[in-house]
């Protein structure tokens, strides 16, 4: 195949965002119009909400400009919904207070699907016991309103696994890989995956700032013995904008809503709320029937 200057920049990860498709994967498609779309999908992750900063509004505003903007058709979102409930500090109050911002917000999406995962810093470590109803991941589970720490959904050709890893050196547990192997085994030849995780599988960002899989070698086993099928590992945590394509799927770590967590950024010659390079923003994918992948990232106003 003939790679010109867009071509280039694509493979490079800029401009216009990285476009994966079958056998190889190989990026760009100069026959895009022939491709019929299957899905257009929002991913924000790392929104961390909290009070102050204006950041329930600033929040609110983002989303309303995706869904005039891009017309999603689902969301995806990739966890640490909330700023903090982790840390040895915080109180009941504090994970309630949170907690229902989150559902203030998030109500502008009542008309939408939206699909989460677990973030390290959506359980409370501290409540009074291992039994209390909000210790834990299954709280986390409850107020994000899904059916499980891991799960799946299909639409379509195509199957969205979501993940967690927010277990011991941020892992899959042993019960948990031998579900998603599973699951990537029944998965029909012609018929695509999206796995979201919370944590980077592969990429840049876990050699700048740390915080990625460890069980990544393999995982990527895996998905290479499911290379027809595996196209776009989506993930956070990171705040960082990354877009890496090994053994023909596509990483794509979509760097963050609150960006520097809300605040000024730690660039100022960047741009407001920046983090390294990275500004506060959120991604669209384009998923096609032939199982191609578009993945952008886009700035939002801070």
Not at 16 to 38: C, M, R, V
Not at 155 to 164: A, P, Q, S
Request: hydrophobic share 35%; aromatic share 12%.
């Amino acid at each position: 195949m003939k790679l010109n200057r867009r071509s280039l920049l694509k493979a490079a990860g800029v401009a216009t965002g990285i476009i994966a498709t079958g056998g190889l994967h190989a990026l760009a498609s100069e026959n895009k119009k022939d491709k019929k779309l299957a899905f257009n999908v929002a991913h924000i992750t790392d929104v961390h909400i909290r009070e102050g900063d204006n950041a329930p509004a600033r929040f609110k505003n983002c989303l309303k400009h995706i869904i005039a903007k891009h017309k999603p058709d689902f969301f995806l979102n990739g966890g640490d919904s909330i700023n903090d409930a982790s840390y040895d500090n915080v109180t009941y109050d504090q994970v309630i207070r949170q907690w229902g911002i989150w559902d203030e917000c998030i109500a502008l999406l009542d008309n939408y699907e939206v699909h989460s995962c677990i973030g390290n810093h959506d359980s409370w470590w501290k409540a009074p016991s291992k039994e209390d109803a909000m210790y834990g991941k299954e709280y986390a589970v409850k107020r994000l309103k899904i059916p499980h720490r891991y799960y799946s959904f299909a639409k379509k050709n195509w199957h969205f696994i979501v993940l967690d890893g927010n277990n011991s050196n941020i892992s899959l547990d042993e019960e948990q890989f031998n579900w998603l192997e599973a699951e990537l085994e029944k998965i029909p030849q012609n018929e695509f995956v999206l796995l979201m995780s919370h944590y980077p599988i592969l990429g840049t960002t876990q050699v700048l700032v740390g915080g990625g899989h460890s069980d990544h070698k393999k995982l990527k086993d895996l998905f290479y013995k499911n290379r027809d099928k595996v196209r776009v590992c989506l993930s956070g945590h990171n705040h960082l904008s990354d877009h890496t394509l090994y053994n023909g799927v596509l990483y794509c770590c979509n760097g963050a809503m609150s960006g520097f967590w809300w605040g000024k950024g730690d660039k100022e010659s960047a741009g407001p709320g920046y983090y390294f390079e990275t500004p506060p923003g959120y991604a669209m994918l384009r998923l096609y029937e032939d199982g191609t992948v578009e993945n952008e990232y886009f700035p939002h106003s801070y």
